[in-house]
Structures are given as structure tokens and as C-alpha cells.
């Protein structure tokens, strides 16, 4: 038998005694050897959509493949999926990008991995809110940056402050990290506040990074992006969500103009082009064509949403003042427990209901906390929801 409990033999790189692996993969797991004994697992753990890729964006899939296309492409992506991209933003947010500025990567998190290399220097601290989605600060960790984690509350709707970074700006900080919609929160920045970080981030002489995978899920009329605010900022965004892409590992960023040239560089370096098929299908992704498909998806999950909301409220979580993105819904468990990890145990061995412990995304006020993701179908959330109530009874 393997056994992979034993210590390495030579010493591992010193930043990996700050990467901490996701408590929700030991969750899932459980949950596999539960479902391997029959049970029925009702899974609100999982942040991915559970719909399979819309038909245009497979079909667009298949013909490259027949079409052999099958090589690398160019670093930065395929010309025709880049300037697809600039067109989403021209017709999403009315802003203008020249296609240079746009690099495609294997998924968000090769963006995100990508600046981490490109932005952050030994010793310098990255602001960003506690909690957040936890590789971002293992990729901080990975280029020996320092996170500076912003404990964020439902007093302002679990997203950093102006008045909060300027008071947590040291002179070894480098940059500004958001996210908006926020996992595991839901929740987003404005434009009025994107207005002020940007202004703030000018000012101060730090780079400004906003991740805006949680992009097109969202609930409220309007989400403005950051590319709609300042041509300074960096961008992050992915197919993975809203496209429900997750598995094809494709996502993209947007950069200043002044650091195209450095990013494609790391480009070729990190991972030579993302994936070949994977480009010629997002360009369905894309497509007018497909975006009624794309918008059903988003009803379903607004519906999960309201439906969820109510629900938890009704149990005795306390919920954050408004979940307008994302598919996940930050429950605080005070009326039930001090801690999150016993109680997503307990919920889930007793009662068969998966669902992520606060700790999984920061340390404030983590145990909590516990993220529920709506991306199963309203009959198993109506069924999660039968069982907590008898759980909680
Ligand atoms: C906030 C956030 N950023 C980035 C990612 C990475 O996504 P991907 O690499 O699939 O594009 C995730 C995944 O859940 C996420 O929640």
C-alpha cells in the first residue's frame, strides 16, 4: 500500500507550510463513503454548477476537435476568442478593451496564479478580505508575499472598506485584492466603491485586483466591473461559473496596457497557452446564440437563492444582509454551535447534509460560519432543508 503520511525526505519550499489543503475536499469525501454505504447525500458543498455545458459550446467543441486542432495556440490565447471576449465587455458594460490586453489561462486560477508571479514580491503584503476564497491567498503564499487579511462582517455586507484598507496600508503593501461576487459570501462590491478603491490604489501607488469570476451570476439589475471604473486594474474572470465551463479550465484576464508584454512572458513560461479545445468552444460560450440557455441557468439558481434564503432564515441562521451573486449563502450557525467543523460533521454524518465549514475560507470568525451552495436542484435543497429542520429541531 502507498502510504502518503510519511514525511518527504528533502525539505519542502518554505511556503508550503502556509498552504492548507480545503476542508470541504474532506468533506466530499465523507460524503463519497457515506453514498458508497447507500446513503443519500443531499450536497450543498460543491461550487460548481451541476447543469452539463450548454450544447452550442460542446458542438463548438466537437468541430474544433475534427477540425484537428489539436496543437498549442499563442500564449496569450486565440485572436478569435480574445476579440470575442472585447466584445463581451462592449456589449456587457459598454466599455471598449483592445483584445491585447486580454489573455486567456487555464481557468481563473492560472490568471490569478499568473499576477500572484507577476505582482508580488517577496515581503509584500496583499490586501484582501477575511473570509475569501482560500487559494488566493496560497498563491500569495507561493511567491512569498504576505496576505493582509481584512476581517469582513455582515456590517459591511462581508466586503472590505475604504476606511478599512487605508487603516491596513504598511508601507510593505503592494496591492489590493476583491472579489465581487465574493465566495463564500455572494456578496459584491459597487460601483461607488470600486470608484474609491481605484482612486485609492492610484493614489497610493498599489495595484488593484478584482476578481469577477462570479460575473453574469448575479441577482441584482446591475453589477458593475471594474474594467467599466479604470483601465488600471487587473481583471480576473473565468468560463468555469456563469458559462459552466468548469471542467474545460478556461478562464481569462485583463490587464493595463503597460503590462502585456511581462504578462505574456509568464504566460509562456507557466503553462505555454490554456487549453486548444477549450478556446474554440468558450467562442460558443459566447455567442449571442447561447446566452438564453445561459440566463434560464441563472433564473434557476435566483430561484434556488430566494428559496434557500427564506429557508435558512427561517431555521434560525443569520444570513448577510443581501446574497446577490455567486451560488453560495454564508450562514452564521450562533443559534446552533461555536463550531463549524463539528457541526458540518455532525450534519453530515447524522443527517446526510454536506455542507462547507467557515474555516475552509479565513480565520475570522470562521467556526461560525458555514457556506451553503446552492448548485443542486431545488428538489434536494427542499430535501437538505427537511433534514436540517429535523436536525435542528
Ligand atoms: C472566487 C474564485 N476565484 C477563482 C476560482 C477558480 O476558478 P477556475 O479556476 O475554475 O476558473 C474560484 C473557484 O471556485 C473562485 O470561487
Avoid at 37 to 51: A, L, N, R, S, Y
Avoid at 109 to 119: D, F, K, Q, V
Avoid at 298 to 321: I, K, N, V
Wanted: aromatic share 8%.
Amino acid at each position: 500500500m502507498t502510504d502518503n503520511t510519511a514525511q518527504p525526505d528533502t525539505p519542502l519550499s518554505t511556503a508550503m507550510a502556509q498552504v492548507n489543503p480545503f476542508r470541504v475536499m474532506a468533506v466530499m469525501q465523507r460524503a463519497a463513503e457515506l453514498e458508497a454505504q447507500g446513503k443519500k447525500i443531499v450536497h450543498m458543498e460543491v461550487g460548481e454548477p451541476d447543469f452539463v455545458t450548454a450544447d452550442p459550446i460542446i458542438t463548438a467543441a466537437k468541430l474544433a476537435l475534427d477540425a484537428g486542432q489539436t496543437s498549442y495556440t499563442q500564449a496569450p490565447g486565440i485572436p478569435a476568442l480574445r476579440e470575442a471576449i472585447a466584445r463581451h465587455y462592449q456589449l456587457r458594460n459598454n466599455v471598449e478593451i483592445d483584445p491585447q490586453r486580454i489573455l486567456v489561462t487555464p481557468g481563473a486560477s492560472a490568471g490569478l496564479m499568473l499576477l500572484a508571479h507577476l505582482l508580488v514580491s517577496p515581503g509584500a503584503g496583499i490586501l484582501m478580505a477575511d473570509p475569501a476564497y482560500p487559494c488566493v491567498r496560497n498563491f500569495v503564499h507561493l511567491v512569498h508575499g504576505i496576505p493582509q487579511l481584512l476581517p469582513v462582517s455582515a456590517q459591511s455586507n462581508f466586503q472590505p472598506t475604504l476606511d478599512q484598507v487605508a487603516a491596513n496600508c504598511k508601507a510593505s503593501t503592494s496591492g489590493l485584492w476583491l472579489a465581487s461576487p465574493s465566495n463564500p459570501t455572494g456578496t459584491i462590491v459597487d460601483r461607488e466603491e470600486l470608484h474609491k478603491f481605484s482612486a485609492f490604489t492610484a493614489e497610493r501607488g498599489l495595484h488593484l485586483l478584482v476578481d469577477e469570476i462570479y460575473h453574469g451570476l448575479h441577482y441584482v439589475d446591475e453589477l458593475a466591473s471594474i474594467v467599466e471604473v479604470t483601465d488600471k486594474a487587473f481583471l480576473v474572470n473565468s468560463f468555469s461559473k456563469y458559462f459552466g465551463m468548469t471542467g474545460w479550465r478556461l478562464g481569462w484576464i485583463v490587464v493595463p496596457a503597460n503590462y502585456i508584454d511581462k504578462a505574456r512572458v509568464l504566460a509562456q513560461n507557466l503553462y505555454i497557452s490554456a487549453p486548444t479545445i477549450a478556446q474554440h468552444a468558450a467562442i460558443a460560450a459566447l455567442d449571442e446564440a447561447t446566452r438564453p440557455e445561459l440566463e434560464r441557468r441563472r433564473e434557476a439558481f435566483r430561484q434556488r437563492r430566494d428559496y434557500l434564503q427564506t429557508a435558512l432564515q427561517e431555521l434560525g441562521f443569520t444570513l448577510p444582509p443581501s446574497v446577490d451573486g455567486a451560488f453560495y449563502i454564508y450562514a452564521g450557525i450562533e443559534h446552533f454551535s461555536d463550531n463549524a467543523e463539528d457541526f458540518c460533521a455532525q450534519m453530515l454524518n447524522e443527517h446526510g447534509v454536506a455542507i462547507t465549514p467557515g474555516t475552509d475560507f479565513g480565520d475570522y470568525r470562521a467556526q461560525q460560519f458555514v457556506r451553503f451552495a446552492f448548485t443542486t436542484s431545488m428538489d434536494n435543497l427542499e430535501l437538505g432543508i427537511a433534514r436540517l429542520k429535523k436536525a435542528l429541531a
